[in-house]
């Protein structure tokens, strides 16, 4: 069956430092990867998709790649801030007009 | 609105009641979600709306569990006789129709289920 592995379920790291969550899957041919953010009580919000054809993606401090050769993508913050702290989920879209299954999500804690 | 909304906010339900859930997607969105997510997990899908398509329900976790769509705009999801381990937030989320390139994912804030 398909499945989605998040790196740890938490990481703590200095502001200032880069932070890297891990996204791995099995079983699965993704088109596209996507990686949400949720905050304590709130629903997930989109951050970024990475295509199956892109190799990375970024979006101002925000960095994706996408390895299909490994079946993993890495998520990258750089310069992090308290603010960044966050649930991050990583969800691999699979065929079109299928549902999107996220994986159980790494909790980052950035301290000042 | 401009965004999904939900209702209600919060639920208190005795168990063994039935409660219903309501979630109203972004105007033009064809495809719906809804997700479970049990306080301090990850997001477990229940089920999937796409256009006039049969839905996916592969993710409902029992036959107390239900959820119908009318044509493209308002998903009510059913819990008959709630138990403690339905106590949870539902999730409601919806997107263009996906296609091989992806869409983003609108989601709610959430309906907090409390069985008590």
């Known amino acids: 069956s398909q499945k989605i592995e998040q790196n740890s379920e938490a990481l703590n790291i200095q502001e200032g430092k880069t932070a890297t969550l891990t996204c791995n899957y099995t079983?699965?041919?993704?088109?596209?990867l996507q990686w949400y953010r949720q905050d304590p009580g709130r629903g997930p919000v989109f951050l970024l998709l990475?295509?199956?054809?892109?190799k990375e993606k970024r979006k101002e401090r925000l960095k994706v790649t996408f390895d299909t050769t490994l079946k993993q993508s890495l998520f990258h913050i750089t310069a992090s801030q308290p603010a960044d702290s966050a649930t991050y989920l990583c969800a691999p879209g699979a065929q079109a007009g299928t549902a999107l299954i996220f994986g159980k999500g790494t909790t980052l804690s950035v301290s000042s | 609105g401009a965004g999904v909304s939900q209702s209600p906010s919060n639920k208190v339900t005795e168990k063994g009641k039935d409660v219903e859930l309501r979630c109203d997607p972004i105007?033009?969105?064809?495809?719906l979600y809804w997700y479970r997510q049990r306080l301090g997990q990850g997001l477990e899908f229940l089920i999937y709306?796409?256009?006039?398509?049969?839905?996916?329900k592969s993710g409902l976790p029992s036959d107390r569990f239900s959820a119908e769509r009318t044509g493209e705009s308002v998903s009510t999801l059913t819990i008959q006789r709630t138990q403690q381990e339905d106590s949870a937030v539902y999730l409601c989320a919806s997107s263009l129709a996906p296609g091989d390139s992806g869409n983003t994912i609108y989601f709610g804030e959430g309906s907090w289920l409390t069985v008590v």
């Open positions: 709306f796409q256009g006039n398509s049969a839905p996916d």
């Open positions: 990475i295509r199956e054809n892109e």
């Open positions: 105007s033009g969105h064809t495809a």
């Open positions: 079983n699965y041919s993704p088109a596209y």
